[in-house]
């Protein structure tokens, strides 16, 4: 009997711009709906932070999307970002957590090389 052994190398599936989890796509909509509207959620980096670059995150109205901007679907609902900040935030898997201790959104980032210890800022 004889057993053939997949020796292909593993494919990596690729890194899909800005990534929720079920948690953070959860509380961004209930968010959403204190605030009403049909807003996106824009996610972006500064300069600044204790790390040097601070992500930002806030609702935008789709009129505000210019050329300069990726939109990325995550079942209906928009996350918007700037080419800029997509340099240093592709792959990027936002998070939510209740917990009462650490709780709130993180920011999983591949490409971040230090984060400091609060999580909302990061060098690459």
């Known amino acids: 009997m004889t ?3 997949d020796t292909a190398p593993a494919r990596r599936l690729p890194r899909r711009g800005i990534q ?3 948690s953070a796509l959860a509380e961004v ?3 959403r709906e204190r605030r009403g509207g049909d807003l996106m959620l824009r996610v972006g980096v500064k300069g600044g932070g204790c790390s040097g670059l601070s ?3 806030d609702f935008e109205e789709e009129s505000n999307v210019t050329a300069h901007d990726e939109v990325f ?3 209906g609902f928009k996350v918007v970002s ?3 900040s997509l340099l240093f935030l592709y792959g990027l898997v936002l ?3 209740d917990e009462l201790l650490g709780g709130g959104f993180k920011f999983n980032n591949p490409n971040a090389e230090r984060s400091c210890s609060c999580g909302s800022s990061f060098s690459a």
Request: glycine share 0%; no cysteine.
């Open 29 to 31: 909509m209930r968010l």
């Open 73 to 75: 679907d995550h079942s």
């Open 20 to 22: 929720m989890t079920e």
């Open 55 to 57: 992500y930002t995150m």
């Open 95 to 97: 998070d939510y957590s």
């Open 3 to 5: 057993t053939s052994i």
């Open 82 to 84: 700037d080419k800029k």
